[in-house]
């Protein structure tokens, strides 16, 4: 069985800090501020023959580039930016933008509302506090500028007006360009967060209904030794009476599978501990042929009127977590032993233990998403068992719900069984998928690592 602080850490919602992404977000936005400060530079410079003065500028768009480079240094440390370091993030951005203004005609520069994309990303990442006092640093800098630059000096001043315009209209255009990217960059990532969190809610549900489970199974196998034990006693003393009376002999049948019954009982009981020790020793790993071998052995002595076909000789392979492998074969089997029943001689399971990598499993549907739609750990190789009955099969409403919670079928089954396969089959970093045709059978496939 698996314990409960594994379901739990399951859970858990392994994402990047998203104060990593806003610095990312931030880092491309500068990149797009340089290069179109240097454009603006060389057109003005090459083809409008603006005298501006190179040297400062082109330092302060080196400045740029240098605090962009600590930006970059910045992400690659764990620990995640605070909002106060997010704001002299962009305070450093509209101090060089005011600098790089005021060596080129101050308010009177058309491109003076690129302070906009700066307030935009501030709106979108600080707390309105931070938000609020960088919006009045741009505010600041905006007014100081209407008093103190250094003049433009434009040869053809009839084309004055012309070249004003012109540059209102590229600055409009470049400031319109780098907020919707911004902005819809910042909007997609907090949707992204939020569908994570979903997830994450979901995945926390299922743990919790799983836990309240294993509480009530562990509640029930300690119930259950005093009156298996007590059935264990009569059952001996049947046993004695039987030997000294010839004429209970007729019984000896009936006592024969209630003494099987009863050994099944206190093994799947004694499995219980010794399941719980293993997972605390991390001993839960071996061979997958002799341990699948054993347990289809165990299980034909519980269903011996089920016709059960193997193919599971697949040498050399190993893989880790048997205990959860086995609670879900298990269920599987049970389900499909169940789903042959009424066909008497005629039922038959079937169960194939292939490599996923062979191209010979089929697509089958997921049964659920939030459940059964972890992918196997990438880099390792990974194989498939897979049981398929000639049974009844599961009607389409059902199976959509299989694996969410407890149901209600037809065939007097609740439906836990498959939902702790669902959930252990996630823990494990596998995949379980179902797909089922009414009258025609049910195919389950377990997609698991090997190690």
């Known amino acids: ?8 850490a399951a859970a858990s ?23 179109g400060e240097l454009l603006v530079l060389a057109g003005a410079h090459i083809w409008l023959h603006i005298a501006l003065p190179m040297s400062p500028l082109l330092a302060l768009i080196l400045l740029q580039l240098l605090i962009n480079g600590g930006t970059w240094l910045r992400m690659r440390r764990a620990r995640p ?3 106060g370091e997010l704001f002299m993030q962009l305070w450093l951005d509209v101090a060089v933008l005011t600098a790089l203004l005021y060596f080129s005609g101050g308010s009177t520069n058309p491109f003076v509302s690129f302070y906009l994309p700066a307030l935009a990303a501030g709106a979108a990442t600080l707390s309105w506090p931070y938000a609020l006092l960088l919006a009045l640093c741009a ?6 500028l209407v008093y103190f630059y250094e003049p433009l000096h434009i040869h053809d001043h009839g084309q004055a007006m012309a070249y004003h315009l012109a540059g209102m209209w590229i600055n409009f255009t470049i400031s319109a360009l780098l907020i919707t990217w911004f902005v819809s960059r910042i909007a997609a990532a907090v949707r992204s967060r939020d569908r994570q969190l979903g997830q994450a809610r979901e995945r926390q549900l299922q743990s919790h209904r799983i836990l309240a489970l294993g509480t009530q199974a562990a509640g029930a196998a300690h119930a259950l030794n005093t009156p298996l034990s007590t059935v264990a006693v009569i059952a001996g003393e049947l046993r004695r009476e039987m030997a000294d009376n010839p004429a209970l002999s007729v019984y000896d049948e009936d006592l024969r599978i209630v003494e099987e019954q009863i050994a099944v009982c206190k093994a799947a009981l004694e499995s219980m501990r010794l399941d719980a020790d293993a997972q605390l020793r991390n001993e839960d790993s071996a061979a997958i042929t002799p341990w699948l071998t054993s347990l289809l052995e165990g299980w034909r002595l519980r269903h011996p009127a ?4 193997a193919e599971v000789h697949q040498p050399g392979w190993v893989a880790s977590q048997l205990q959860d492998l086995s609670q879900i074969l298990l ?3 049970d389900n499909a032993a169940h789903a042959v029943r009424g066909r008497g001689h005629q039922g038959e399971i079937r169960l194939r233990l292939i490599s996923a990598d ?9 049964a659920p998403s939030s459940l059964g739609g972890a992918s196997a750990r990438s880099g390792k190789k990974t194989a498939i068992i897979e049981v398929s009955d000639n049974g009844s099969g599961i009607a389409p409403e059902l199976l959509q719900r299989l694996g969410h919670g407890p149901v209600v079928s037809s065939s007097g089954g609740s439906g836990i069984g498959l939902m702790l396969a669902f959930a252990s089959a996630t823990h494990l970093g596998g995949k379980l998928r179902l797909r089922s ?15």
């Open 306 to 309: 089920v016709l059960l076909v």
């Open 81 to 83: 930016a605070e909002q």
């Open 1 to 8: 069985m698996n314990s409960p602080s594994s379901f739990l």
């Open 331 to 333: 269920t599987l089997l």
């Open 139 to 144: 505010l600041g800098g905006y007014s100081g």
């Open 437 to 451: 045709v009414p009258g025609e059978g049910t195919v389950a496939q377990l997609r698991f690592p090997l190690r």
């Open 13 to 35: 919602l392994p994402a990047d800090p998203p104060q990593h992404l806003l610095l990312s977000r931030l880092f491309w936005l500068r990149w797009a501020m340089v290069a």
């Open 358 to 366: 062979a191209g010979d499993a089929t697509k089958l549907s997921e």
